[in-house]
């Protein structure tokens, strides 16, 4: 029974679904990561994704137009950063708990629209597959890798960007440095408040993003608390990556692809509980984490108040 | 800034007193003299979203059906999302005290809040499902559905329908309804043809629709041609059959209208038949003690075959045929 | 240090203003709530009988007023230990799933063994809940101070975790064998025995575990403010280098508060069962069993300032909101989606307001050369000095 696992079908559809699974975390935790970077915890990316996913859902349904859905979605998302940022940088609020204030709003606004202006539960036409032109063509890889929509693609784009911007540019390099001392960055005349608000909002703008590519992209639908906690992964992914955004990809991809495979391990029949087929992506993440020897020590001021002395 | 602070709190916290009295004479309004008598109130509590397109909305529309009937005759009050037992209890406590005539609790897991608020209400009449157990108490009537006929006439239409002879089902978690669904619906299969291959996924969750829509994915890479589940985060596994242009089996709604080309059949339930005979029996006077069982007989439960798909006079018939008899007592649906 | 200004005007003022410092998060709340008017108006409902029936539906009643005690003693206790957590700056927001552990450990025992006196078996519960829940904390620690493993990531999986084995206990081996047999198939245990079950304050809901709850506050108190213990474990939450260099041993008094906070969630979830529910009964989901009292309980505790003597009002107020808000569905019909936005407006604003509060704090300590309203800012103060 487990050999059955070994064929090739099924190696091809762990792997493309575990790069479905993936997409919505690599947006909401590379966001994330942006606002880590610089000090900034916020716990309330499953409220910016659900907000997101029903706006994106409800634009799009009405308007028939997903760029303007997806468009939607990241001022929804932006609207939920600015208020986030406002609340952390300009009131000093407790992070982790201002976090789950925006989450239960999030939560509630979205179920509150959905009941008040949809009502049923119906579809829309999302984002296409599209098969990149060459690549798509390939055997096997090319079913595996290229014949995705094109939110998924974007999502794995953003890995390559997000490390360029923050290792290679002077924005990242001042999103680091309020990280990690927001005392000498203020000192050299970098606004410790103007970077967090840019990737507080940057990061509400990715969380619409990713609830999005759950409503019109990866499924057609909008279903009440559809998000199912993704957001929280996404926040525990940060950490499993160090911070870093390939080693996010990393921890995106090991948690999406040990989630697909257990799907496989239940369809194929091999005897396990589904309670513990379903538990295997977290465990296995937990574990990967715990041996991993390399491990970040994150940004130094993350979670810590900065209050400009006169 | 303090003392704006202040006035605006005592302002508040005023309004709100003003507003905790302006309560009680309206809960006491009087009975308009020489009309016809009060309207009958009822209150359901149920623990899912009136629109999940699930168990909740199920018991949501048989309310709507019925004060479409009733018009003026009724008034009911509906509370949604009570998956905390505690907070439940609390409203079917509430319910009750407010003089509610009858009060739904529309969840299984409600059942020891039930047992214990029923008889500080002797004038109420608490009705509960889905189970079958009425704690002898006399103001309890239980109502359950006997899912796994649905299931069963589902299992076979798609053993008939199957051409891959591989069949998915995914499902949320291990338990109640969905369970017996389950068992319904591969008993029909297997009845059809034994050699069928019916595969169970459970994701563990009620809401996490893409992983539903992964499975679904994963059913279909692994041979599957007809899909079928339970509970609210279908909806994606049901996009998915539709992209794949395959065919999709629902329960508890009507889901027909989601996916017109995909949806061959959903077993809908119609819980207003129970509640006419729940509400009928109040006016007679009693107040509990009945079980009842939403059946394929007694049109508490109906397949409700989509119009826009084709199915062929053979499947038709046989439908009619095991509809038949599973009513009148000739099939007997084995248990796993 | 400017010196005692010893007129009573000033020291009226003074009391004033602190008291109405303390009260921040109550003007907060109504500032949520003034907001949320505004979307009830929208719904079409009266915000007036709304919230009339919010304040009536938390307070209103003997029966009510109970059903919040009864709201607040999960939040008080998963507040405590909250107030530990937070002090030894841990973020531990696996409130739920050690919830889960504890109740399911506790939960097992009382159904296994039934030939004990009730008093013995409801004291060997407790302990197993704070047992279970311990152990879902302590992994966590033992994991952030000698792997590195970041704790609101150990946390997160944890919690899922845990549903997952609740799910399969409550469906599998430790379903109620009547439950077995039915057609129904409800994912619960048993019911407790009679004798097993906490003693309630007939005919309200009201059990004795509020008791045991303002008794272990007061026992927190004293462990984070009189003991060595508590000392150290404030100490490194305020900095664990300048800890270590004080001697203590920083990795293990990480364990020690996550330990701590755990235990405290574990004997909440016991509490559920032994004083609520009397069974153990899953959804599916962590919230179906837990209320949310895991989140809401670390709301609870910043609502008391981190201070577990004040957690206690703080809960009762906490849980009042949430009974009311419930309340409030009822009369006015609103969508219940409404009240979780509400929740998180509240909580939004009661976070936002601590800036206020800490600021008219300074004001004051300036102008009346009043003492810290912290009392171990002081201590910590002093033994920095000594230092």
């Known amino acids: ?310 | 800034m303090k003392k704006v602070f202040t006035l605006v709190s005592v302002l508040l916290v005023v309004a709100m007193f003003l507003g905790a009295c302006a309560q009680t004479p309206e809960a006491e309004s009087p009975a308009t003299g020489g009309e016809t008598s009060e309207p009958l109130r009822i209150a359901v509590v149920s623990p899912s979203s009136i629109n999940d397109l699930a168990f909740t909305q199920s018991i949501s529309d048989a309310l709507i059906v019925l004060k479409a009937e009733m018009g003026d005759d009724l008034e009911y009050a509906f509370t949604e999302n009570m998956f905390v037992v505690d907070d439940a209890a609390a409203a079917i406590r509430d319910y009750a005290t407010k003089g509610y005539d009858i009060v739904i609790a529309h969840g299984s897991q409600y059942g020891s809040s039930v047992q214990e608020i029923a008889p500080d209400f002797p004038e109420t009449v608490f009705a509960w499902g889905t189970t079958v157990d009425t704690f002898g108490l006399p103001n309890v009537h239980a109502y359950e559905a006997a899912s796994d006929q649905g299931g069963y006439v589902n299992g076979v239409m798609a053993g008939m329908l199957t051409k891959s002879k591989i069949i998915g089902v995914v499902g949320p978690i291990e338990t109640g309804d969905a369970k017996l669904y389950v068992d319904g619906f591969v008993a029909g299969v297997k009845s059809v043809d034994p050699s069928i291959d019916v595969r169970v996924t459970y994701i563990g969750s009620f809401s996490d629709v893409a992983l539903a829509a992964e499975a679904a994915t994963t059913h279909i890479a692994a041979g599957a041609d007809i899909l079928t589940g339970s509970a609210q985060m279908v909806v994606g596994a049901i996009g998915k059959a539709e992209e794949a242009g395959l065919y999709w089996f629902g329960t508890q709604a009507n889901q027909n209208a989601f996916a017109p080309k995909t949806v061959v059949a959903s077993q809908v339930y119609h819980w207003e038949v129970i509640l006419r005979e729940i509400i009928s029996l109040h006016a007679a006077g009693i107040m509990g003690g009945h079980t009842f069982s939403a059946t394929l007989q007694n049109g508490g439960q109906v397949i409700t075959i989509n119009p826009e798909i084709e199915l062929s006079e053979e499947i038709k018939t046989k439908v009619e045929e095991v509809i038949a008899g599973i009513n009148d007592g000739s099939i007997v649906i084995p248990k796993p | 240090m400017p010196p005692k200004q010893a007129t009573s005007d000033l020291r009226l003022k003074d009391r004033a203003g602190s008291i109405f410092d303390q009260l921040m998060p109550i003007f907060a709340t109504l500032a949520a709530l003034l907001v949320g008017a505004i979307f009830l108006m929208l719904l079409g409902a009266n915000p007036l009988v709304a919230y009339g029936a919010l304040a009536q539906g938390a307070f209103g009643s003997f029966n009510a007023f109970t059903e919040t005690l009864v709201k607040a003693v999960p939040l008080l206790l998963v507040g405590l230990g909250t107030c530990i957590a937070y002090r030894g700056s841990v973020t531990n927001i696996g409130g739920e799933g050690q919830m889960i552990i504890g109740a399911i450990l506790s939960t097992w025992f009382g159904l296994t063994f039934t030939e004990l006196p009730g008093w013995l078996a409801i004291i060997i519960a407790m302990l197993l809940g704070i047992i279970g829940g311990m152990i879902w904390g302590g992994i966590p620690g033992i994991l952030k101070a000698y792997f590195n493993v970041n704790e609101i990531l150990s946390t997160v999986m944890m919690n899922a975790i845990a549903v997952q084995v609740m799910n399969y206990l409550m469906r599998g081996p430790m379903i109620d064998p009547v439950q077995r047999e039915a057609a129904s198939q409800i994912p619960q245990t048993a019911r407790l025995l009679e004798t097993y079950r906490l003693p309630r304050l007939s005919p309200t809901r009201l059990h004795m575990g509020l008791l045991i709850a303002i008794l272990l506050a007061v026992a927190v108190y004293f462990l984070l403010w009189r003991t060595t213990l508590g000392y150290r474990i404030r100490a490194v939450g305020q900095s664990q280098p300048a800890s270590k260099y004080g001697g203590i041993d920083v990795k293990k008094h990480i364990v020690v508060a996550l330990l701590l906070s755990g235990a405290f969630a574990g004997l909440a979830g016991m509490m559920q069962v032994y004083g609520v529910n009397y069974r153990m009964i899953t959804d599916g989901s962590a919230t179906g069993f837990t209320g949310n009292a895991g989140f809401n309980g670390i709301v609870a505790a910043l609502f008391g300032q981190l201070h577990p003597l004040i957690t206690i009002p703080a809960s009762v107020l906490f849980g009042g909101l949430l009974v009311g808000a419930n309340a409030m569905q009822r009369v006015v019909q609103v969508p219940s989606a409404l009240i979780t936005a509400l929740n998180g407006l509240v909580v939004v604003f009661v976070v936002s307001s601590e800036f206020f509060r800490r600021r008219s704090q300074k004001r004051r300590q300036s102008q009346f050369g009043t003492e810290l309203a912290e009392p171990e800012d002081a201590e910590m103060q002093q033994e920095a000095g000594e230092a």
């Not at chain 1, 199912?228 to 926040?235: D, T």
């Open chain 1, 1 to 310: 029974m487990i050999s059955d696992l070994l064929s090739a079908t099924v190696i091809i559809g762990i792997i493309s679904s575990g790069i479905r699974l993936t997409t919505p975390y690599l947006f909401a935790s590379i966001g994330e990561m942006f606002g880590q970077r610089s000090g900034v915890l916020n716990l309330g990316v499953e409220g910016q994704m659900l907000l997101g996913s029903f706006v994106a859902f409800y634009v799009t349904l009405k308007t028939s137009n997903l760029w303007l859905g997806l468009l939607a979605a990241m001022g929804v998302g932006a609207l939920m950063g600015l208020a986030m940022a406002f609340v952390t940088v300009n009131l000093h609020a407790t992070q982790g708990i201002s976090g789950i204030g925006f989450y239960l709003f999030g939560m509630g606004m979205s179920n509150l629209l959905f009941q008040k202006l949809v009502g049923t539960v119906e579809g829309v036409r999302g984002f296409q597959k599209i098969s990149v032109p060459l690549l798509g063509k390939i055997p096997v890889i090319g079913e595996i890798f290229f014949n995705h929509n094109a939110l998924v693609y974007l999502a794995f784009l953003l890995v390559p960007v997000a490390w360029f911007v923050l290792n290679k540019t002077t924005l990242g390099l001042k999103i680091r440095a309020v990280g990690e001392n927001p005392e000498a960055a203020d000192s050299l005349g970098v606004s410790v408040a103007g970077i967090r608000y840019l990737t507080v909002i940057m990061g509400g703008v990715f969380s619409g993003i990713a609830g999005a590519s759950l409503s019109v992209a990866l499924l057609n639908v909008f279903q009440q608390n559809m998000t199912a906690g993704q957001g929280f992964i996404a926040v525990a992914l940060v950490y499993f990556g160090s911070w870093k955004p390939f080693g996010i990809l990393g921890g995106a991809l090991l948690f999406s692809m040990v989630n697909a495979l257990q799907l496989w391990i239940q369809v194929l029949g091999i005897p396990i509980p589904a309670e513990l087929a379903v538990m295997m992506p977290y465990i296995l993440t937990l574990l990967v984490l715990t041996l991993s020897v390399s491990k970040g020590r994150g940004p130094s001021a993350l979670t810590k108040v900065f209050e400009r002395e006169g």
